[in-house]
């Protein structure tokens, strides 16, 4: 549940997750990041992109119903998915839903459609987000209720902070994530109340696991004081994405260590 180079939220190669687990979350990256390049692929017509995440869609079916139909264009991807899945019986409806988030992307922003409310944002975050770490907590064996609702404020938390840090080069992207009815201060707020609600989750998730959810805790709420204090300007295609120093690398390792 870390923010990664292109696909947000897995911790793909980091020391803190376990090596037992890295392939397998490997697997599960490599699944997110295809599909995620297939909805946002360049200048290609939307409704080949939404062709090509059908067919993605169907080998993803096929792979897990052991078919071997599955095309050769993606095997690596399911392959390694197909053993990851059997090795630790996942649940494969989070699977389907980050498919349903990457459709939807794509045809909201092909008819520059944004979102009403509040509400309709949280709806795709259940599906783009809350999936990663509601598979993470299944990987270290934790399902209580308790536990996944935190996780999924963590994980929406994620994708809003992500939003927000991004808004600029979304906006140009002609994607507009901010709610109708809410200002960018007020989101910022929520996405740190969300964080706060999910941040308990860290110190019950034992071992190294539960030391990375506390980075990712941490990190997250580094990068929104630095959205906080962010000069807003009138023309929000005029933001400027956060950076993290060295300095806040320490704040971050300091406040992770008083969680």
């Not at 297939?38 to 993803?60: I, K």
């Not at 019986?89 to 939807?104: C, H, R």
């Not at 506390?214 to 906080?228: E, S």
Request: charged share 25%.
């Amino acid at each position: 549940m870390s923010s990664i180079d292109h696909y947000e939220n897995f911790p793909v190669a980091s020391w803190l997750c376990p090596a037992r687990l890295r392939h397998t979350v490997a697997a599960l990256y490599d699944f997110a990041r295809t599909a995620d390049d297939l909805a946002d692929e360049g200048h290609v017509a939307a409704h080949h992109r939404l062709d090509a995440l059908g067919e993605y869609r169907a080998d993803l079916q096929n792979c897990l119903n052991l078919n071997d139909t599955t095309s050769i264009r993606w095997s690596k991807v399911f392959d390694a998915l197909q053993r990851a899945v059997s090795q630790h019986d996942l649940p494969t409806q989070p699977l389907f839903d980050l498919l349903d988030a990457f459709e939807q992307d794509v045809v909201y922003t092909s008819v520059g459609q944004g979102y009403r409310n509040r509400t309709e944002l949280l709806n795709y975050c259940r599906r783009s987000a809350n999936p990663v770490g509601r598979l993470m907590l299944h990987l270290y064996g934790v399902n209580d209720v308790t536990s996944l609702a935190q996780s999924d404020a963590i994980c929406t938390a994620l994708q809003l902070i992500n939003f927000w840090q991004d808004r600029a080069e979304d906006l140009q992207g002609g994607r507009d994530y901010m709610p109708q009815d809410h200002t960018l201060e007020q989101e910022l707020r929520f996405a740190r109340e969300l964080m706060m609600q999910g941040a308990p989750l860290a110190r019950r998730v034992k071992g190294l696991a539960g030391w990375e959810l506390r980075v990712v805790v941490q990190g997250g709420l580094r990068i929104l004081d630095k959205l906080d204090a962010r000069p807003e300007p009138t023309d929000h295609r005029r933001l400027t994405r956060p950076v993290l120093k060295k300095s806040d690398f320490i704040c971050i390792a300091w406040r992770c260590a008083r969680m």
